[in-house]
């Protein structure tokens, strides 16, 4: 019995840094460049429909410059 023991206790430790090695790193950093939010948004239709409107009323207005 006596002689078990050392190489159980050597065999625990051993698996203990076993599994300590195995588990897993998260590192959180910053990122190196900033963050940029692109908000390239589309307002084609609602200009083409305020001029087409404008253009309308500009017409009825002033039909000899047209």
């Given at each position: 019995?006596?002689s078990i023991?050392?190489?159980?206790?050597?065999?625990?430790?051993?698996?203990?840094?076993?599994?300590?090695?195995?588990?897993?790193t998260?590192?959180?950093?910053?990122?190196?460049?900033?963050?940029?939010i692109?908000?390239?948004?589309?307002?084609?239709?609602?200009?083409r429909?305020?001029l087409?409107?404008s253009?309308?009323?500009d017409?009825?207005?002033?039909?000899?410059?047209?």
């Open positions: 019995m006596n023991r050392p190489l159980l206790s050597g065999f625990m430790v051993t698996v203990l840094l076993g599994i300590g090695g195995c588990s897993p998260v590192k959180v950093e910053a990122p190196s460049e900033p963050i940029t692109n908000l390239n948004i589309k307002l084609d239709a609602d200009v429909l305020k087409e409107k253009a309308d009323s017409i009825t207005e002033n039909p000899e410059v047209f």
